[in-house]
């Protein structure tokens, strides 16, 4: 009795504040209207041992949280996290793979962006976020319009292999688990499985100049036949326990 009580007010606690939001869904508009360049919420704050679910939910979508800094947003930061590419197939409705990440060093804002390419730089295009980003100064209206402004020819690509630690925040996992179609970790399409899509297989070619996108190899799935059932349940209780801490 007092156990589920306790988890309800868990519940309710999780949810009554999105600034304090621990799940952040990827390829959503905030909203979650369609699939979009957005992580959402776009930023949140997060104490020392919270634990950040990333949600890959934009379906079509092929994204990834790839640790940037505030000087230069669509770089990949020396030595900084990366999820490595995450497809999820159009029609896709459950399994959803997660990326948890803790936070280590909540001293200084943690900045990060989806490195796709194709068909144009989802950076560039706004897809962009924050962790204890300042309220002032470097604040993360100044990172997304300085994401905005950079010319799309400079832009790269991220590794294809998962990085899990960088400052401030590491994972002990890469994404996962990868049920029914959903891939990862090097495939820099956009909408790969949807099948009949003209602008997916022609996505490739329109990365123009500098794109410098990971070039394809083997078909990731190191986490193929891992359990998939219990994904969304995990989401949800590794928010609540992210909650009590926050309390
Ligand atoms: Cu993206």
Redesign the pocket.
Known sequence: MRYSAALAALAMASLASAQNATTVVV?LAPGGAGPA?AFDPPTVKAANGTVITFEFRGAP?N??VTQSTFANPCAQMAGGFDSGYIQIPAGTTEGFPTWNLTITDDSKPIWYY?A?TVPSP?CIGG?VGGINTPDTGNTYENFLAAAKAIPPASFSGSATAPALTGPGASATAAPGPFSGSITGFAIPTEAGGASGSASASGGASGTGSGSGAPAPSTTGGNNNGAMSAAANGAVVLLSMVAGAALL
């Open positions: 390829g360049l979508g994204h990834t989806c796709q989802h897809m």
